[in-house]
């Protein structure tokens, strides 16, 4: 029977379920850029260009295997301006029912709902919604850890004769280090923008000038040739580094020794199994070390997968999460504001001018930040989701709710991710160019990181004094003098209270 094959905006993949037994000539595609899906939240205009871009040139993709597509651009007179009201006229159009592949957004699963679409799983992902549920239903805790064993002899990726490669599953204690300027570290391949890139381009200044963050120079790769050349120049030339640079930060060095391959993935211009052999091969090949090709692996059939399942396991509600009762406002630095912290500068700075940030700055600077500042995490959330080139909600809301923000109560993650000023100084070299000092605990030169930590243990002990990973946190505040933590308290809530009050730090 022919379909109305709905194709969304972050399901660019050849193999989607729903195109795989799809019959040009008979079935017909349909796309469409809309406003709605555009300004939920205000989505940084990179992203929205790279999605537009991407899709334009998958639907042209599509054509060329000879598909009818039915594209709707954004400034289309005829586009009636949301999902389900496209698919409505569409139908109309055609006389055909949908059939699409469910979107990883709560949001846009409930627009949809009203319409007789038929829906099928996105079986891009290695571990199936019913296969992670399956796998949660008989354990008290969800470790990443243990899934990912079990994805890593699901896949046979780094396995030999039933072991891990080398001997161990992870090989992180080789790769927390810090890195240090070097004139000669690989850059990843950036795009010049081509034809259909520019006219997108032109489309998201006049419409989405407004929103936070730089549209150029815009250097994402928006098609499958270029995700594939992309991926290709990752494993070469940064792969070998990956594991080693992971978690360092260098102020003004944005990529490091990262693949930015995210968005390529999370768009499915990329399959999470071929970038994992990808990697895989490098090392058979004795090209990269094991250190960095398992912590690689690990990101992508480790976390990614993970984080996949428990956004799908905990539906919408888990949006909503807020175990720690954080109600304070996002600070104005986050959307650009003033501020004296060189760290924030940096890792803002560059989300703004890139739509990027690597792991450790989204999680240990302005994940960290906010989580010490008592922010509301739906405020966090949303931000995420608007200023990054990756940010879907399958994946950012389980990384931001539940790993950076604590908010699940401890589902995602066994302790908060908060750290004093020392991690950072130990981690980048923010803190030399600096305003405040680091190894100041007190005082009006004292890292806010310092002050707001100790204010942040004291206020929740209830919750974690008895967590066994934090221990020995609580021992060590216990053990300092009276008047200091006193001196702490009071200058920390003071701090709070002027950053809840939008004041610049
Ligand atoms: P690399 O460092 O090169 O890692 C390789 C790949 O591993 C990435 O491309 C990504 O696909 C995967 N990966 C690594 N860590 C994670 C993770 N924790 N969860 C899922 N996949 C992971 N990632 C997103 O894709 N979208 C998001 O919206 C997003 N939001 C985040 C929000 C917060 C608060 C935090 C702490 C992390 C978030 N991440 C998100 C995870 C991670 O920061 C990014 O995947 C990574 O920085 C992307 O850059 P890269 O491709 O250079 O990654
Ligand atoms: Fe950040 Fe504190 Fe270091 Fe400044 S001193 S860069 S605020 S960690």
Redesign the pocket.
């Known amino acids: 029977k022919a379909r109305l094959i709905v194709v969304f905006g972050d399901q660019l993949s050849d193999d989607l379920a729903s195109l795989r037994g799809a019959v040009p000539g008979r079935d017909v595609v349909m796309m469409a850029e809309v406003v709605s899906e555009a300004t939920p939240v205000p989505h940084h205009p990179q992203k929205i260009a790279l999605v537009f871009a991407a899709m334009r040139k998958f639907a042209a993709r599509l054509e060329r295997r000879g598909f009818r597509v039915l594209y709707t651009r954004l400034d289309d007179p005829a586009n009636a301006g949301s999902l389900p009201a496209e698919v409505l006229r569409r139908m109309a159009e055609t006389g055909l029912d949908p059939l699409a592949v469910l979107p990883g957004d709560w949001r846009l699963r409930a627009a949809m709902a009203a319409l007789p679409t038929e829906w099928l799983e996105d079986d891009r992902f290695l571990c199936g919604s019913a296969d992670f549920a399956a796998w949660a239903s008989d354990r008290k805790s969800l470790r990443m850890e243990w899934f990912y064993r079990e994805m890593r002899r699901k896949t046979g990726l780094l396995m030999e004769a039933g072991k891990p490669a080398g001997g161990a599953w992870n090989y992180d204690h080789d790769n927390r280090n810090a890195a240090k300027r070097d004139l000669l570290r690989p850059a990843p391949l950036r795009f010049p923008p081509d034809e259909v890139v520019e006219e997108v381009l032109d489309l998201v200044a006049a419409r989405f000038g407004s929103h936070f963050g730089k549209l150029g120079p815009f250097a994402w790769p928006t098609d499958r040739d270029q995700a594939l050349e992309a991926m290709a120049h990752f494993m070469a030339h940064s792969l070998p580094r ?1 594991g080693f640079e ?1 978690d360092a930060m260098l102020a003004g060095e944005p990529f490091l020794s ?5 968005p390529c ?2 768009l499915g211009l990329l399959s999470p199994l071929e970038v994992c052999r990808a990697a895989e091969a490098e090392f058979q090949a004795g090209r990269a070390p094991i250190a960095s090709v398992e912590g ?1 692996i690990r ?2 059939i480790g ?2 997968e993970y ?1 996949r399942g428990i956004w799908a396991l905990k539906g919408p509600d888990y949006l909503a999460s807020n175990a720690l009762g954080h109600d304070a406002p996002l600070p104005p630095v986050y959307w650009g504001g003033p501020t004296k912290m060189a760290c924030m500068k940096d890792a803002v700075g560059q989300t703004r001018d890139l739509a990027y940030a ?2 450790i700055q ?2 240990m600077v302005t ?1 960290n930040f906010a989580l010490l500042a008592g922010v509301d995490p739906e405020a966090v959330h949303r931000w ?1 989701l608007a200023v ?1 080139i ?3 909600e399958w ?2 809301a389980p ?2 709710l539940g ?2 923000q604590f908010a699940d109560g401890g589902l995602l993650g066994s302790k908060p991710y908060v750290a004093s000023g020392a991690y950072i100084d130990r981690m980048s070299d923010y803190c030399g160019g600096c305003h405040y000092k680091v190894k100041e605990k007190v005082g009006v030169t004292a890292c806010p990181f310092n002050l707001l930590y100790w204010e942040f243990l004291d206020r929740h002990r209830d919750r974690f004094q008895g967590n066994p990973r934090m221990a020995q946190m609580y021992r060590t505040w216990d053990k300092m003098d009276e008047a200091h933590c006193g001196r702490v308290l009071i200058e920390g809530r003071a701090l709070r209270a002027r950053i809840a009050a939008g004041e610049v730090v």
């Open positions: 990956f992971q990262h693949s930015l391959l995210s993935l999370n690689f990101q992508i976390w990614r984080v690597h792991h989204r999680l994940g995420y990054y990756d940010a879907f994946v950012e990384n931001t790993m950076s």
